[in-house]
């Protein structure tokens, strides 16, 4: 669980969207109908990648999404393994009314997160209830049935907010999943005492932190690494709202460790708060965008891979490495030494006070030297 230096290493992923699309190049492709406005099959967003980037050989083994992302996990070798599954896993259910986009996978295709030996993903997001409480409890039995630990989601509020820990005692990792209005969960998706949900925070207050804080409290243990995944704010720009600053600064003074964000299709900016890191947007993973027009200028095809290194104890980031990758045909595949540059030049434009560097290896690296506490 922690390394030899005594230091814990965590991957956060941002958006792992594997429904519509992407379902349908995995071996067990679901029913591909959609409730789109302009788009009723989920096969069109593949021949829209497919007209951008050439033919995605389909069926695809659960590998293929991940790509050199796979080797990039396996060489960094972290401790504990977290992203945002923004798709709800089921063949059942009624698309969710009033909604513009849903996003679900066949069952079936679990392998593909399975694959990437994930420990948990965070479910308190916009898409994991597109079809229903009976697609999140379907979602909750899938990622039971392959060994990853769900938060943020549940069959009531007290399941939703519950941690998820990883770990051995005194060496341990506590996650919770929140998620905002500002993201576009349905108010009516909240998990209550009777009924299925997310775990939804209405407004980004110094009560409703202390409320998530004390949700908490039961879970850690002296010397945790604590992290609260956070689905906010709008999919496109790169202005972080005050109120999210305040809400993060909020965790961490209250004793969290890392504030992991998410819900922006491209990267946001990175903070180091107290020596502990907030991650105000991770951008997407794994998705079916590549054909989509408009917005090219945030570049929402390069992905990042964040490694952050903490001191257990403290809390501390010992050290950030981000390793660029790019999607193409469906796939992850490690950027080129020119879109490394741009998204380090792109996080040291948009993260004051940070200092962000390309590494001999091609990842980058933070300054966690030049950051006061």
């Known amino acids: 669980m922690v390394g030899h230096d005594g230091l814990v290493t965590v991957f956060l992923g941002g958006d792992v969207m594997t429904g519509r699309g992407v379902d349908q190049i995995l071996a067990h492709p679901g029913d591909p109908q959609l409730w789109e406005e302009w788009v009723h099959s989920a096969a069109d967003y593949v021949r829209m990648a497919e007209d951008v980037n050439g033919p995605i050989p389909a069926p695809v083994e659960d590998r293929w999404l991940w790509g050199d992302a796979l080797e990039l996990l396996d060489e960094h070798d ?3 393994r977290l992203v945002n599954l923004e798709t709800s896993i089921t063949s059942r259910g009624e698309p969710s009314p009033g909604k513009a986009v849903h996003y679900r996978m066949a069952p079936q295709n679990g392998g593909c997160l399975g694959i990437a030996r994930l420990d948990a993903v965070a479910l308190a997001n916009n898409h994991v209830q597109d079809f229903g409480p009976t697609g999140l409890v379907d979602t909750l039995d899938a990622l039971a049935a392959i060994g990853i630990r769900g938060t943020g989601g549940g069959r009531q509020l007290d399941e939703a907010a519950q941690p998820v820990v990883v770990g051995t005692p005194g060496r341990r990792v506590v996650i919770a999943s929140i998620g905002t209005p500002s993201s576009g969960i349905p108010a ?6 009777q009924a299925p949900g997310v775990h939804l925070i209405t407004e980004l207050s110094p ?19 604590v992290v609260v995944s956070v689905h906010w704010g709008s999919n496109w720009g790169f202005d972080v709202p005050g109120a999210h600053i305040e809400f993060a600064h909020q965790l961490i003074d209250g004793g969290v460790s890392i504030v992991h964000g998410h819900s922006s299709h491209h990267v946001r900016p990175v903070e ?15 998705d079916d965008y590549e054909g989509i027009p408009g917005y090219e200028e945030y570049r929402d095809d390069l992905r990042l891979l964040y490694l952050a290194v903490i001191e257990p104890g403290t809390g501390r980031l010992a050290r950030l490495r981000m390793a660029p990758l790019q999607a193409r045909k469906m796939r992850l595949h490690r950027a080129t030494a020119s879109d490394t540059e741009f998204l380090c030049r792109m996080l040291n434009k ?20 030049s950051v006061s506490a």
């Open 78 to 80: 972290p401790d504990v």
């Open 188 to 193: 009516a998706w909240a998990a209550t005492a």
């Open 207 to 225: 009560e409703s932190a202390r409320r998530v804080l004390d949700r908490l409290s039961s879970s850690v243990e002296s010397g945790d690494v």
């Open 272 to 286: 180091v708060y107290r020596g502990r890191l907030i991650l105000y947007g991770c951008g997407g993973l794994i």
């Open 350 to 369: 948009i993260s004051p006070g940070q200092s962000v560097v390309v590494a001999h290896d091609g990842l980058l690296d933070l300054n966690v030297d």
